[in-house]
DNA sequence: GTCTATAGTCGGATAGAC
DNA sequence: GTCTATCCGACTATAGAC
């Protein structure tokens, strides 16, 4: 696991993710982040110039990894819920993970420091182009292409994810389990149906 | 503006919220909160005892505030086009004061630390349940009553609402003026529609 | 590249004068 | 209730030994 072949700025990384997912911005420091990865404080400006910088390095390789694990799925998006399917399985998969509490924190951070929220921002600008071609294609053969704007659907839609994250954090409970998805799910489908013009009865089993 | 007859308590208090709103979670100091409201940092601690003791007495006042001015406007809400509508005042109402994005930091601040996130959670369940009766309403009298879980669509409410701020935070452009808002009552205005099962424009050629 | 050591700053919190 | 003064721990960042 802490095995030394694992080159130290890949170590810096994780361990930034990991103390940024359990402490939060708020508590993030070059000796927080040393704990956890158990290295000197030290390498990190040496590796990374400043503590900000390495918080732009963590989103630039989060946004990779992601775009890499889950472009593939997204490219087959032509519904809500197909597309409400790939965020599901985007939170099972690193929710334990803590990796979108990490990026959530990231950006609360980017408040009141702009350069780190151009930073961020750019990271993620390959990841929120895929999220918004999904969209365009949800929306594409629907009677409601050019007049419901991508733009904003894109936006609602992230923004929906990072707030659930956000609370996830505040309330363990209150959005844990498979509920909260599943009644997306469900919103997804009627809502694809509207989009079709076709309304699909009240299925009192949820899927 | 910064007159003596204000209670140093209420000086404090909005000292802070000022504070969260330009500075984020990261950037909280009581240093900081002193030098906002140009008092003696000490008497954060003599007033709230800690720090965090003080952003939950922010947390319970904001919320009172807030349940003040827009219970009366939720209590009218019957459909989700007006529940937008509240939330669409809302924003315009908060925005320029910060107050939402104040809350959101405190939100993201709350990792990792359970008595700040109790105490926030606490703070806010009076607000959270004002909306939660709103979409119960929305969802009386609809086929769907009973089959989608007013809780599951309360958090993802609240979801939407904090991930736009926290969005707003990182790029102020890009959910800045009318559209997210329009648009998001568009979309309410269709969801609206098919909660009473009736389809605007029904298409039989389409599937 | 990685370590120790340290400068210099800022933080929470308290004691005690007024 | 409000102030000054202060303890002391934690922080960023750098210098320099290895």
Redesign the pocket.
């Known amino acids: 696991m802490t095995s030394t072949r694992i080159p ?1 700025r890949t170590r810096i990384l994780e361990a930034a993710l990991a103390a940024l997912r359990d402490e939060g911005i708020a508590g993030i ?4 982040i040393a704990r956890y990865g158990d ?5 990190i ?2 590796h990374f110039g ?2 900000d910088a390495l918080l732009v390095a963590v989103a630039r390789s989060e946004s990779e990894r992601r775009s890499a694990l889950y472009a593939e799925a997204l490219r087959d998006v032509t519904s809500l819920r197909e597309l409400v399917a790939v965020a599901r399985r985007l939170h099972e998969e690193e929710f334990q993970a803590g990796t979108v509490a990490a990026l959530t924190q990231m950006i609360a951070g980017a408040v009141g420091t702009a350069e780190l929220a151009q930073g961020i921002r750019e990271a993620f600008e390959p990841w929120t182009k895929l999220v918004g071609e999904s969209i365009a294609r949800v929306l594409a053969d629907t009677p409601y292409v050019g007049i419901l704007p991508e733009g904003d659907l894109t936006t609602a839609v992230a923004a929906l994810f990072l707030g659930i994250e956000l609370l996830v954090g505040l309330d363990p409970d209150a959005a844990a389990g498979e509920s909260l998805f599943t009644t997306m799910e469900s919103v997804a489908t009627l809502v694809d149906g509207l989009l079709l013009h076709v309304v699909p009865e009240p299925d009192p089993s949820r899927p």
């Open positions: 130290t420091s070059a000796r927080t290295f000197n404080q030290a390498l400006f040496y400043s503590v």
